[in-house]
């Protein structure tokens, strides 16, 4: 799957995250590199650099700004896989590199 052009939006995030379901992601290049952006709802702007690591599969990661004035950065991986209506969903398995350093987890859903 190609993602050039693809937006995602968030679905649901784990408590310690900062995005909510107003945000969502467009990747814009998905050549030797994965280049994409993230804004809407608690985000103000966001940015994610990622490589595949297989045809479902990228390792991400991502810096942006929230609503509050916060900076953060973390790292993510990211699979993909189809829901019973044929929808492709986005799972990320992420952490902070920035702060607590905590880890959660965010689904995403295709628009």
């Known amino acids: 799957m190609n993602l050039t052009g693809v937006t995602f939006r968030a679905v649901s995030n784990s408590k310690n995250g900062s995005l909510n379901t107003e945000t969502e992601m ?17 985000i ?8 595949r690591v297989s045809e479902s599969e990228l390792e991400l ?8 004035g916060e ?7 990211a699979r993909f896989a ?11 398995d992420w952490q902070w590199l920035t702060g607590d350093q905590s880890k959660g987890q965010s689904e995403w859903v295709r628009v």
């Open 71 to 77: 900076v953060a950065a973390g790292k993510a991986h």
């Open 61 to 68: 990661l991502y810096h942006g700004a929230n609503t509050k």
């Open 44 to 51: 103000v702007t966001g940015s994610v650099l990622g490589k």
């Open 26 to 42: 467009c990747f814009t290049s998905d050549d030797h590199l994965v280049i994409g952006s993230y804004s809407g709802g608690t």
């Open 82 to 92: 189809p829901d019973q209506e044929g929808r492709t969903h986005m799972y990320l």
